[in-house]
Every structure is written in C-alpha cells, then in structure tokens.
C-alpha cells in the first residue's frame, strides 16, 4: 500500500498549552527580529568585524542545513533505492526539509548586513561563480523550490475534488481543481527527475558549507581545520538525516496521541551506524594523517568541544546503534538519535565561531540574549506551522484505525 493511501491530515486540538507557549517564544523572537532590521546587527547580536559570524550562521544556517537532510536521505531511501518499507516516512520527512530551508533563508536575512540585498543572486548581472557563497546560496534556493515541487502532490491529494470557495469566489472552484489534476497528473510522471536533483544539489551545498573556512588556516583551532571540511560536512548531514528524521517521528507521534511507528524506525536505524561510521574513519583518519592528535589533551576550549561533540555525542551513538537492543527500544533509540543531532549542531557551532580565532580579535565572541531570543523564536515559528501544515494536509500516516476505514 503506497504512502499516499495511507496518510491523512492529523485531528487535534490546536491550541494546547505547549502551542501557547510556542507563540509566546516566537513573537519574542520575532520581536527581536524586527528590532534588528530596523536599528542593525549592532543593536542585537555581538558580532564584530573580527566575528563576523556567530550563533545565526553556525544554528539557524549551517545546522538547519545539515539538519533538514532527513529529506533527501528517505526520499533517496525510499524513491531511488525502492525500498516501499520506508514510504511513510517521506512526507513528515519532506515537510521538515522544505520548512527548515525556508527558514534557513529566513536566518540568513536576519545575518546579512544590508538584508533587503538578499534577492540579488536571483540575477544573472551579479553572480560570481567563483564565491563558494554563491554556490551556496543558488544551491539552496533551486533545492528550496525542488522541496515545493514535491510537496506539491500532498496539497494536490488533499484538495482534488474538495475546492469549495465561499460567495463570488466559488467562480474559480473548477478552474482551481482542473489545475491541481493538472499538476497532479504531470508531476507523477516526472517526480523522479526532481527526487534525483535534490540529492544531487543538497549533496553540493552540503558539502560547500565546509568549504567556507577552508581559506582559514591560521584562523581555525588544527582540530578543526582541514582540506577535507566539505567531505566532513557532507558526511556527518548524511549521518544525521536518519536520526533527524527519527527525532522528528518520535516528536510527532508523543504530540499527536500516536503509537511512535518501531516496525519502521527499528529498520531504517540499522543504516545510522554504516553512514556515522563512515563519518568517524574520515576524521580519524585526517585527525592522524595531519598530526593534530596532539591538540586533544591541551585542555582548551576548542579540544574539549571536540571531546564532546566527536567523542560523546557522534562516537558513543555509533556505539549504542550496532546494538539490535538499542535500536528496538524507543527509549534508547531516540536517546541515540538526539545525541546524534546534538552532536552535529555543536560541531557546526564549534566550526563557524568557537574553532574560529582571529587574530586581533579584542575579547571572545559570546551570543547577546536577541541572538538567542530569535533563534527559538524561529524554531518555535517552524514547529508551530508544521503543526498547521500536518492538521490540514495528508503528511502523517493514518491511524490505524482509520487506514482500515478508507
């Protein structure tokens, strides 16, 4: 049975206490948000010309990037190698990477000097291909618009049939369904072209994030420095799509009164340990190769978050997934999977602005409380419109019960 006979809109009450709290975050948040726009970076965060950089790049950018591989890594599970066991686990996992790019660009606004100039990679006039910005960044908005384009089957499922506009608008009733059979019609042949260019254009940019500090070398801690950071960074957002999208199953399932779905959780974590163990050999390796073993007992800041986010938080995971025990208990196999996301989301921190050291930097980079205070407003903004979105469309497998009905 595909996924699309076997999902449906989820029937909840909306406005619980944790919802309420959500909104209490993100108009504080956004409050911020505004405030920077109107009176600049200066007003807000505790970036400097020497820490250009700081907790919006390294959270709200570089991990929402990595973080919303979940993705491409199912649809590439699912999709390219056919494995139809997997199906259910497509949409909630495409619904959180086409929400956490949107807000990737959100951040990024929020980041940039003159944000009103964030439009000017859509023109030709002023690209320049040699910036690994660029590339970035135009890798981002084709992917952005490949994510809306296979969400779109979902909108068209829940409203083929059912357009009903109120009064003098139900004159576009039938001209809005005849689109969405349209739509739906044309992108079932072609869904395979863009299944395979989001792959192929997240494995880029993914991997171009790392990239960014490679030009860097006597401004990065050695343990965090190396020719390979693309191949690190595209590694460990692999690794960490299938705990994401774990995490994410989990969430769902405890918010919305479901049984968390093991019979497909269990299987898809057998995959982590390969793809984490590949990520592990990689940086040991280069970690040995280079010589900079030696930096991992002098006891500073960067080492120990090396310590932490390499050695607790990506090796013990790796461990505790070769278990079948583990990855069959929901409790220990969503406390992997968390470790897992933690551990990448303290890894890209470290790199954009604690490995980070200029040298004529006046005092260290520490986040102001409006950095902090827009960051979760924006997670909270993203967790709160995937609630509307999984309330009114077919994103969450059916109930049983309901399965059986239909």
Same mark, same amino acid.
């Given at each position: 049975m595909s996924s699309r006979e076997n999902a449906a809109p989820v029937k909840?009450? =909306?406005?619980?206490?944790?919802?309420?709290?959500?909104? /209490?975050?993100?108009?504080?948040?956004?409050?911020?948000?505004?405030?920077?726009?109107?009176?600049?970076?200066?007003?807000?965060?505790?970036?400097?010309?020497?820490?250009?950089?700081?907790?919006?790049?390294?959270?709200d950018v570089a991990s929402g990037v990595a973080l919303a591989a979940g993705g491409f890594t199912s649809a590439f599970l699912a999709h390219i190698f056919h494995r139809e066991h997997f199906?259910?686990?497509?949409?909630?996992?495409?619904?959180?990477?086409?929400?956490?790019?949107?807000?990737?660009?959100?951040?990024?606004?929020?980041?940039?000097?003159?944000?009103?100039?964030?439009?000017?990679?859509?023109?030709?006039?002023? @690209?320049?291909?040699?910036?690994?910005l660029f590339e970035v960044g135009m890798c981002v908005m084709v992917y952005l618009t490949v994510l809306y384009i296979e969400f779109l089957p979902v909108v068209t499922e829940r409203f083929i049939?059912?357009?009903? %506009?109120?009064?003098?608008?139900? =004159?576009?009733?039938?001209?809005?369904?005849?689109l969405l059979t349209f739509l739906d019609n044309i992108l079932g042949k072609v869904m395979f072209v863009f299944v395979i260019a989001g792959v192929v254009l997240s494995c880029l940019h993914q991997s171009s994030l790392g990239t960014l500090m490679v030009i860097s070398p006597y401004k990065m801690h050695p343990l965090? @420095?190396?020719?390979?950071?693309?191949?690190?960074? %595209?590694?460990? /957002?692999?690794?960490?799509?299938?705990?994401?999208v774990i995490f994410e199953s989990m969430i769902a399932s405890k918010s919305f009164?479901?049984?968390?779905?093991?019979?497909? %959780?269990?299987?898809?974590?057998?995959?982590?340990?390969?793809?984490?163990?590949?990520?592990?050999?990689l940086k040991i390796g280069d970690m040995i190769y280079r010589g900079t073993y030696v930096y991992l007992f002098e006891g500073s800041i960067q080492s120990r978050m090396f310590w932490l986010e390499f050695g607790t938080l990506t090796v013990v995971p790796f461990l505790m997934l070769l278990s079948s025990r583990v990855r069959s208990s929901a409790g220990w196999l969503f406390? /992997?999977?968390?470790?897992?996301?933690?551990?990448? %989301?303290?890894?890209?921190?470290?790199?954009? =602005?604690?490995?980070?050291?200029?040298?004529?930097?006046?005092k260290a980079y520490f986040p102001a409380i409006g950095e902090f205070a827009l960051t979760i407003g924006l997670i909270a903004t993203l967790m709160l419109i995937y609630r509307v979105f999984v309330s009114i469309l077919p994103v969450m497998p059916a109930p049983e019960k309901e399965a059986v009905r239909e």
């Open positions: 909840i009450r =909306f406005f619980t206490t944790g919802v309420k709290v959500l909104i /209490a975050f993100m108009i504080t948040g956004l409050s911020f948000g505004l405030y920077r726009m109107v009176f600049g970076l200066g007003s807000t965060t505790n970036l400097t010309d020497q820490y250009p950089w700081g907790l919006w790049i390294g959270v199906h259910a686990i497509v949409r909630p996992a495409l619904l959180t990477a086409m929400l956490g790019y949107t807000f990737v660009g959100i951040g990024l606004m929020f980041d940039l000097g003159r944000w009103y100039n964030i439009w000017h990679p859509m023109l030709p006039m002023m @690209w320049q291909g040699n910036s690994v049939g059912k357009v009903n %506009l109120p009064g003098m608008l139900s =004159f576009f009733n039938k001209p809005i369904d005849r965090y @420095w190396s020719l390979l950071s693309p191949l690190f960074f %595209l590694a460990s /957002a692999i690794a960490v799509g299938y705990p994401m009164g479901h049984k968390s779905e093991m019979h497909i %959780l269990t299987p898809l974590a057998k995959f982590i340990p390969y793809l984490l163990g590949i990520y592990i050999v406390s /992997a999977a968390t470790m897992c996301i933690f551990g990448v %989301l303290l890894n890209r921190c470290t790199v954009f =602005f604690i490995a980070y050291r200029p040298p004529f930097a006046e």
